[in-house]
């Protein structure tokens, strides 16, 4: 199956668990040995192509696999600025300085009691930490208001 995932993203090789790999428009995000999310950036326009190959991919990713479409299940955003971390580890149990929590980290954790996945992204300048959180649709509105109020206390 992951050569499957692999191949029908057009990588060569795994990102490791609790970590994520971007190509064209597309995230790969792997959160445990058999959880992966295949996230498309927000307009992107990506596609996962019609290549006879991609196909028959995906056949053996289907085949071999439970996929689920969670678009409709879990709100995204973006989390930025010199305080972002910070602002997150106020009610995050995990370490999210770049050194434990390195750009391309991905895993399933907690935000203000809701659980969220949190992916980090590549360093804004001026050491603006960036961050991708999901959650689940009747947590989003929580989370967010949570978030302004953290950052408004920084």
């Known amino acids: 199956?992951?050569?499957?995932?692999?191949?029908?993203?057009?990588?060569?090789?795994?990102?490791?668990v609790n970590s994520s790999a971007e190509r064209d428009g597309w995230r790969l995000a792997r959160l445990?040995?058999?959880?992966?999310w295949v996230v498309r950036h927000s307009g992107s326009d990506a596609t996962l192509g019609e290549e006879p190959l991609r196909e028959l991919a995906i056949e053996r990713v289907?085949?071999?696999a439970h996929v689920v479409d969670l678009s409709s299940a879990f709100v995204r955003f973006r989390l930025s600025g010199p305080g972002a971390a910070l602002a997150l580890?106020?009610?995050?149990?995990?370490?999210?300085?770049?050194?434990?929590?390195?750009?391309s980290a991905a895993t399933r954790t907690v935000?203000?009691?809701?659980?969220?996945?949190?992916?980090?992204?590549?360093?804004g300048g001026g050491g603006e930490?960036?961050?991708?959180?999901?959650?689940?649709?009747?947590?989003?509105?929580?989370?967010?208001?949570?978030?302004?109020?953290?950052?408004?206390?920084l």
């Open 89 to 103: 580890n106020s009610g995050c149990p995990l370490d999210l300085h770049g050194a434990a929590f390195p750009v």
């Open 62 to 64: 289907l085949a071999a």
């Open 32 to 36: 445990s040995p058999d959880e992966w």
């Open 111 to 123: 935000v203000a009691k809701a659980e969220v996945v949190l992916v980090r992204l590549a360093d």
């Open 1 to 16: 199956m992951e050569r499957a995932i692999l191949y029908w993203l057009g990588s060569l090789s795994p990102p490791p």
């Open 129 to 153: 930490s960036r961050f991708e959180v999901f959650i689940p649709r009747s947590f989003a509105s929580y989370v967010w208001r949570w978030c302004e109020t953290t950052a408004l206390r």
